[in-house]
């Protein structure tokens, strides 16, 4: 049995990573990493709430809460009944076949982009959320991108302690830790 294929379920917090097949980069140029979030927010953003995310050149992190079972199932463009995992399930489906078939006839290559099935780890403790927003901003250094995760452009993090983001839920995440300032002391905690 493969692992990391454990049904979503409904109102429940997920870390979501995955990588490019054969660790391929799934954002080959600036423009990818945009259009990645667009379908994120149009496929995903019907079904869950998004606390963090971080985008690498050839993997992600996302740190989601699935939205409760009477959302998921108003969800209108389904022809036929599926239960809310199947439209979760789905819904990254799409968006993960849409953005591989974009980059598919954009670079002229074929086949898989993603490692199937997509990770997933259900998350219940709210200490561990806090810990896993930090891990997923402060990933770019962990990997050597960069050597100042506050500047790194494609992460939650900039969004969160300033600009509007249609994107993230900012309120819950202030909330988790009690504010701006201590979001962003404890953020530094490690790093200092």
């Not at 990588?19 to 953003?45: C, P, Q, T, V, W």
Request: with cysteine; glycine share 4%.
């Amino acid at each position: 049995m493969k692992k990391n294929i454990l049904p979503l379920l409904p109102d429940t917090h997920y870390h979501i990573y995955n990588r490019g097949i054969n660790r391929e980069n799934l954002f080959k140029e600036k423009s990818n990493y945009h259009y990645f979030l667009k379908l994120y927010f149009k496929y995903i953003d019907p079904i869950a709430y998004t606390y963090s995310y971080c985008l690498l050149k050839n993997h992600f992190h996302l740190l989601i809460k699935t939205k409760d079972d009477a959302t998921l199932r108003n969800i209108r463009h389904f022809k036929k009944e599926y239960n809310p995992g199947q439209i979760i399930s789905m819904q990254f489906s799409h968006m993960f076949n849409s953005y591989a078939q974009a980059i598919n006839k954009r670079f002229l290559r074929t086949g898989g982009l993603f490692e199937t099935p997509f990770r997933r780890v259900e998350i219940s403790e709210k200490s561990y959320l806090l810990q896993l927003v930090r891990y997923i901003h402060l990933n770019p250094e962990k990997h050597l991108f960069i050597n100042d995760f506050t500047a790194y452009p494609y992460s939650s993090y900039r969004n969160l302690i300033g600009r509007k983001s249609k994107l993230l839920d900012k309120l819950t995440v202030m909330e988790w830790f009690g504010g701006q300032d201590a979001f962003e002391e404890y953020h530094k905690e490690l790093k200092g």
